[in-house]
């Protein structure tokens, strides 16, 4: 029984395979020899219309890049000739990572560089920059009483040398320890007394407080004591723990408290300490 089994299994599976011989094949060409025909010429069509298309879109003047749009709203905007990419001047060859990554090196206040094709022969970039938050004062080495100032935002990453001139509209911050001779330009000090300052920085705005009172600077000489001075005048202890709770007493003492005066407030104990300020940066 079990033999008889297998026989019929294959004897069914022979059944759905079709063989053909050389006569039948012969056979089948010539009745079908039209068809194939078409087919092979399809084919030849086919395979020339994308060589004809791979050579008019890779070596046609019609898509040789003529323009480079940068969108930037900054106010120095870069720019980018269309001579930096004279060896692939096809806008299908162009290499947009490469141009985008080239910016991002070259500009280090350039967050982000976005490439595009645009069709036929025009390239757009869109440029994202980094905007700073604060900026840092670093003594001469001289031991001068002279600083050198450095724009840096909110991922503690150092944009750009001010000079001996600070930016009016941003805080300044003291005390980060930091060299001005080993300070980089493009380099994030997060891991420094500077990344402490740019946190509580980033604390005050995320909160609203930066809304309605000016911060002029800071200090972080010694980060659990750690103030900063609203306009120059008070100066706030904060310390550098539970910024948020103390950042909403604050805002409560202030509603109700005139800081004409020059006045300190101690935020880092249970009872908040009033006083009179000692220190003038």
Known sequence: MGRSRKKN??????KGI?????KQVKMAVQQNGSRILLGIAAIAVSVYFIMSMNSFLF???YFKVTEIEV?????D??????????DNPNIFKVNLDKISKNLEREYSNIQKAIVKRILPNKLKIEILRRSPVAQIALSAENGKK???FFSVNDDSYILANLGVRPKRKLPIIYGTELNVNDIEVGRSY???NLGRA???INELKSTGFLKRYKITKLDVTNVRSMSFFIKNRLEVKIGDRDWRRRIANLTSILQNMDISEHEYIDLRFKEIVFGKKNDEK
């Open 18 to 22: 079709r063989l053909f011989n050389v």
């Open 146 to 148: 002279k600083f050198y």
């Open 9 to 14: 299994r294959r004897s069914r599976s022979r």
């Open 59 to 61: 070596a046609s003047e």
């Open 190 to 192: 997060e891991d420094s």
């Open 198 to 200: 740019v946190s509580l």
């Open 77 to 86: 905007e870069i720019e980018y000739p269309i001579a930096r990419i004279k």
């Open 71 to 75: 969108i930037d709203k900054y106010q």
